[in-house]
């Protein structure tokens, strides 16, 4: 599976934007994707995943009510869209592809990455 991330950028506080992964390749086995994010001198975190046929979509708690993911099965993408977006959303933010737990609603992520797209929040 390959996965290109686009969208992200500099934003003032408040702020709003919208991070694309396009994917492609081999799904076998994938049944859900990710976003997650690192900021300097942090661990890489999930951010927010959701299945592919859209039975769930889950999110960390510091980003519930302000982002949305969602996806778009006939283009191969999934989206990130991001709004009231505050400094401490500062990272990097990365595109990937997992496996989804039903019995447990619960993320894992392969290790199917996109090279990240940076997103920067100003106060």
């Known amino acids: 599976v390959q996965l290109v991330e686009s969208g992200g950028g500099l934003v003032q506080a408040g702020g709003s934007l919208r991070l694309s992964c396009a994917a492609s390749?081999?799904?076998?086995?994938?049944?859900?994707m990710g976003w997650y994010r690192q900021a300097p001198g942090n661990q890489r975190e999930l951010v927010a995943f959701?299945?592919?046929?859209?039975?769930?979509?889950n999110y960390a708690d510091s980003v519930k009510g302000r982002f949305t993911i969602s996806g778009d099965n006939a283009k191969n993408t999934m989206y990130l869209q991001m709004s009231s977006l505050k400094p401490e959303d500062t990272a990097v933010y990365y595109c990937?592809?997992?496996?989804?737990?039903?019995?447990?609603?619960?993320?894992?992520?392969?290790?199917?990455w996109g090279k990240g797209t940076l997103v920067t929040v100003s106060s």
């Open positions: 990937n592809a997992g496996f989804w737990d039903s019995d447990y609603d619960r993320y894992y992520g392969m290790d199917y």
């Open positions: 390749g081999s799904t076998f086995s994938i049944n859900a």
């Open positions: 959701i299945t592919s046929g859209g039975e769930s979509t």
